[in-house]
């Protein structure tokens, strides 16, 4: 009889607990579906179709360098007396810079000299024997050789004797003094380093988009890193006819330094390619985020009672961050910006800032 009575006490709670747990199901599905309702809308980013006048203004960096640099080397070995210029100081075309002892070579030109002097005599003395029949044409022609050769020797006698006196052949600044009283140099030796910054060379590169409006004399401003409250007035001087291998190409900029030389070699520069927006036209625009699977697919998810429409529109010209639109929108219109990627066409969405 107990037997009987614990097994109906089971199969009662078995019932119960069956029961319970049905009940939680049907509630559980019932709140999924709620929230499943509640959340159909995606959470988008927005922003409006506008008409405005596109910024074109390009910027482009890179760094200063002289207009000309050299590397000054030695044309004769010798020891050097005089160095007359230090670091730092600057220098005109001719000055001399140092000296090399020239004894040597002040041998070298009075031997030139002297032989020179010799077949000068021995070339008249053929000449005058020759009108008497002492001797041969092939003599006289000799002597009068022998006579060029003797002044081409006193000529480069003459250049090497020079060369002991170190002149600049550009003028501009001592960035670098190699030598010293003293020091013993051969040909090739580099002696000083000269650098002009009276004007520099701003090279930077420039896109495809924005090189076609630049031309060879356009004037540009320029700033340095380290004088943001300055400007420089440059003009264009290159523009490489060949893009590198990025599609960007070279632009030489030259600009005339200040009184006081503050630009120098080696400074980051930023030029400023201005559009001239006064004479723009306004122009439809909207984010180039908008853009499904990039600009080039020229499709956009157009916003209408937050139901999205998936759109094929023609897209014009880039600037920065901005795309033209030449067909397709109209001004006012909303368009996706962010979330796009769950989103399809008809979709519903709740705009987030």
Same mark, same amino acid.
């Given at each position: ?6 097994i109906v006490i ?6 119960l ?12 599905e019932?709140?999924?579906?709620l929230?499943?309702?509640q959340?159909?809308a995606?959470a ?9 006048v ?5 910027v482009?960096n890179g760094t200063?360098?002289?207009?000309q640099e050299l ?16 670091e730092g100081?600057a ?5 001399v810079l140092?000296?090399?002892k ?17 077949a000068?005599?021995d ?12 001797v041969?044409?092939q003599?006289v ?5 022998a ?7 006193v ?5 090497n ?5 170190i002149k600049?052949s ?5 960035n670098k ?9 051969a040909?090739?030796t ?5 650098v002009?910054v009276?004007?520099l ?8 988009q924005h ?13 340095a ?12 001087t290159?523009i ?13 900029i ?7 030389n503050e630009?120098k070699?080696?400074?980051y520069?930023?030029a400023n390619?201005s ?7 306004a ?10 699977g990039?600009?080039? @697919?020229n499709q /956009?998810? !157009?916003v &209408?009672?937050?139901?999205?429409k998936?759109?094929?529109?023609? %897209? #014009?010209? *880039?600037f @920065?961050?901005? /795309?033209? !639109?030449? &067909? ?9 910006? %962010? #979330?796009? *990627?769950?989103?399809?066409?008809g979709?519903?969405?709740?705009p987030?800032?």
């Open positions: 009889m107990k037997k009987v009575l614990y089971g199969v009662a709670v078995i019932g607990i069956a029961y319970i747990l049905t009940n939680n199901k049907k509630k559980n019932t709140e999924t579906a929230i499943s309702k959340n159909d995606v988008v980013r927005i922003n409006t179709v506008k008409t405005e596109p910024n074109q203004d390009y482009a200063f360098a002289p207009s590397s000054f080397p030695a044309e004769n070995s010798g020891r050097v007396i005089k160095v007359l210029v230090d100081d220098v005109r075309i001719g000055q140092a000296v090399i020239g004894d040597q070579l002040n041998i070298e030109l009075s031997n030139a000299k002297a032989a020179y002097q010799n000068l005599s070339s008249q003395r053929y000449e005058n024997a020759f009108k008497t029949g002492g041969t044409k003599q022609d000799q002597a009068k050789l006579l060029v050769n003797a002044k081409a020797r000529d480069q006698a003459k250049i004797f020079g060369d002991a006196s600049a550009i003028n501009g600044i001592v003094r190699n030598i010293e009283p003293g020091s013993v140099v040909p090739g580099v002696l000083f380093e000269l002009n009276s004007t060379k701003l090279l930077v590169n420039v896109d495809e090189v076609a409006g630049l031309k060879v004399g356009n004037p540009i401003k320029v700033k890193s380290v004088y943001p409250d300055k400007e420089f007035n440059g003009k264009i290159f490489a006819p060949k893009a590198d291998g990025s599609l960007n190409f070279p632009v030489e030259q600009i005339a330094n200040n009184a006081n630009l070699a080696g400074m520069g930023t390619f559009s001239g927006a006064a004479k723009q036209q122009v439809k625009t909207i984010p180039r985020n908008a853009f499904v990039g600009v080039a @697919g /956009v998810f !157009v &209408n009672d937050s139901v999205v998936l759109t094929k529109i023609v %897209s #014009g010209r *880039i @920065g961050d901005q /795309v033209e !639109v030449v &067909n397709g929108l109209t001004e006012g219109q909303i368009v996706v910006t %962010s #979330g796009q *990627i769950n989103l399809t066409d979709a519903k969405v709740t987030i800032k």
